[in-house]
């Protein structure tokens, strides 16, 4: 197989695990904290944190230039103590990655967490324990289908992120060219024969995961 | 000793309760809506009341002006919950090792084993919640809050879901839970028979609000209001007009409102001709005459000729409706089933029926219930 096909696949999966690591951490934080608690402000964080399903993902990437370019709000800062900016390299395409997969995470992480059982959830507090234990070992244990599946969701949106990723990491050869985007070069440049083979690479890795997704939110592990 | 003086305003419900419960089983009995899921809630802490104090054996769980609210998890109450709700991921040996805290595991291991052995678990152990009946649940359910030596054990209508001869098991066991545990235990039902059955004291609640504590000998035979008596099926309640007062006697002679019959009734201090007074007689209380023996002298005050119109037959016992003028029935009497095949009685028959002096209770109908400010400043003076 061709050199950059194989690097394209290598970032791409790079990116999308690296990606997928932050969306279950950020994610089930997240949503814990949308499902369980009572706060002023609430649905405008679900509403900041789902934008990104919606949205074009050409725009969800112009705002994190705006938010961590070079002279971006956040990136301004980190330019002028580091001299490092995140934009071109392959950490952007795992922030864009993440932000786009986020909310599939959360809309199915918080409905399991949702459903567990409030006396489930009481019933550990009576006998003793406080919210980070009955977190570990009751809801935890209960969503870890929807979690799973939320999840394995995310990885896939991640693998295929294509506009903001685009937006933010760019298109460098041998540097940011995830599978997406070397999908679109091959296509625009006439290299059939190199496009074909990573679109039905793609197709199928996709499909195997939605197979798995679905089967682990029916039956768990 | 547990004190809870609250209040607390759900807009459509409000509660307010203030109580003091010696150890032992209280039953909390009341209809559906009267507050007592609400009243465990705050005690558990699983609702915050709006004002008010909870303490619980000198532990204060809750007291409003000293801003204290202490959080569920150190409050060490058991809880039982209608639903078993067991953790359905843990095996019933889990369920019941979860609460332990600060054991090394084979001390851990022997307090299960111990709990198992008394709850009649044995080689259920390795079982998961939805392979075991649901009486064998609840069973864990309440090995699971013991097993902590919780300060107190709330169960909020434990047995309600279970049938009948599981549920008669449940309930010796927790009689006898009760006894080796010497553990305070607030019950809710709005089961007569459960309350009558497990309490040491019932508290009647009604709207948010203590309608009468007492024994159960107290609220059954003595109810303080017209509600306590109807919710413990006292059946015949009369309100009546004082027509006659003989102190001398003992007795006062009542005209009773919509039925048309005098009835005689025990004295009351202070009592006056115009006075309207509420009475009332258990439906297991009236006997009827048998007409081949003379009435008793105990019984003389009250016999009354009139109809059975109406008999329903229930088994153990049997219910029979009796009137002597125009309304549908003026008594509802309850016969053993063996009284009644003996008495052979059908519908339509003509028979004298009678009741003890000391069957009569006069409903006092006097206020119950203490607000929360008041109820404090009393507490206050008092220690």
């Known amino acids: 197989m061709d050199e950059s096909v194989l690097f394209s696949l290598r970032l791409s999966l790079q990116v999308a695990i690296a990606a997928t690591v932050l969306v279950v951490l950020v994610g089930t934080w997240m949503s814990f904290i949308l499902a369980r608690m009572n706060f002023r402000g609430k649905e405008i964080l679900d509403i900041l944190l789902t934008l990104p399903l919606v949205l074009p993902p050409t725009v969800t990437g112009y705002y994190l230039i705006l938010f961590m370019g070079r002279n971006g709000l956040l990136g301004k800062h980190l330019f002028r103590w580091t001299g490092w900016s995140i934009m071109f390299t392959w950490y952007a395409a795992v922030l864009a990655s993440f932000i786009v997969a986020l909310p599939l995470m959360i809309k199915t992480t918080r409905a399991a967490i949702e459903s567990v059982d409030t006396n489930l959830i009481n019933v550990s507090y009576t006998l003793g324990h406080g919210e980070l234990k009955t977190f570990f070992r009751v809801i935890l244990p209960l969503s870890k289908k929807g979690m799973i599946a939320g999840a394995v969701l995310s990885f896939a949106r991640a693998m295929g992120e294509f506009g903001a990723t685009l937006m933010v990491a760019g298109n460098i050869p041998g540097k940011t060219n995830t599978m997406p985007i070397a999908i679109y070069t091959s296509a625009s440049s006439g290299e059939w024969p190199k496009a074909n083979l990573m679109v039905i690479f793609f197709t199928l890795v996709s499909g195997a995961f939605l197979y798995i997704a679905n089967r682990l939110s029916r039956k768990g592990f | ?383």
């Not at chain 2, 019933?92 to 090792?97: E, L, T």
């Not at chain 2, 309100?239 to 009542?254: A, C, N, S």
């Open chain 2, 1 to 383: 000793m547990i004190e809870i003086h609250v209040e607390k305003d759900l807009g459509k419900f409000f509660l307010n309760i203030s109580l003091s419960l010696q150890k032992g089983l209280t039953v909390l009995f009341g209809p559906s809506g009267s507050g007592k899921t609400l009243t465990l809630h705050t005690i558990a802490g699983l609702v915050e009341p709006d004002s008010g104090m909870i303490r619980v054996n000198g532990t204060v769980y809750f007291d409003k002006r000293e801003g204290i609210n202490l959080p569920i998890p150190r409050r060490r109450v058991g809880y039982v919950f209608q639903e078993p709700s067991l953790f359905p991921h843990m095996t019933v040996f889990d369920n019941i090792a979860y609460g332990i805290s600060g054991l090394s595991s084979d001390d851990r291991k022997q307090r299960v084993k111990q709990m198992i052995e008394k709850m009649r678990l044995n080689r259920l152990e390795g079982n998961f919640p939805h392979q075991i009946s649901g009486g064998q649940k609840q069973r864990v359910a309440l090995a699971r809050a013991l097993v902590t030596s919780p300060l107190l054990l709330l169960l909020d209508e434990p047995f309600a879901s279970l049938d009948h001869p599981v549920r008669e098991k449940l309930r010796l066991d927790l009689l006898r839970i009760r006894e080796e545990d010497h553990v305070p235990v607030v019950f809710v039902t709005h089961d007569v028979e459960e309350a009558f059955i497990l309490a040491d004291e019932i508290v009647v609640l009604n709207d948010g609000r203590v309608e009468q504590i007492g024994s159960k000998e107290h609220i059954f035979y003595r109810p303080q209001t017209q509600k306590v008596a109807k919710f413990f099926g006292v059946k015949n309640i009369f309100h009546g007009k004082i027509v006659d007062v003989r102190p001398e006697e003992g007795k006062m002679i009542v005209c009773v409102e919509g039925k048309g019959f005098q009835s005689s009734v025990p004295y009351r201090e202070g009592a006056a001709v115009g006075e309207w007074i509420r009475f009332c007689i258990r439906p297991e209380e009236i006997m009827i005459l048998r007409e081949d023996r003379p009435i008793k002298k105990n019984l003389k005050a009250n016999v009354f000729t009139g109809k059975i119109v109406r008999i329903v037959e229930k088994g153990a016992e049997d219910t029979l409706y009796f009137k002597q003028g125009q309304d549908d029935y003026d008594f509802e009497i309850s016969l053993s089933n063996l009284a009644y095949r003996s008495l052979r009685i059908k519908e339509g028959q003509i028979v004298n029926v009678a009741f003890k002096w000391e069957s009569i209770w006069l409903i006092p109908e006097r206020k119950y219930v203490l607000g929360v400010d008041e109820a404090i400043r009393v507490q206050s003076r008092s220690t």
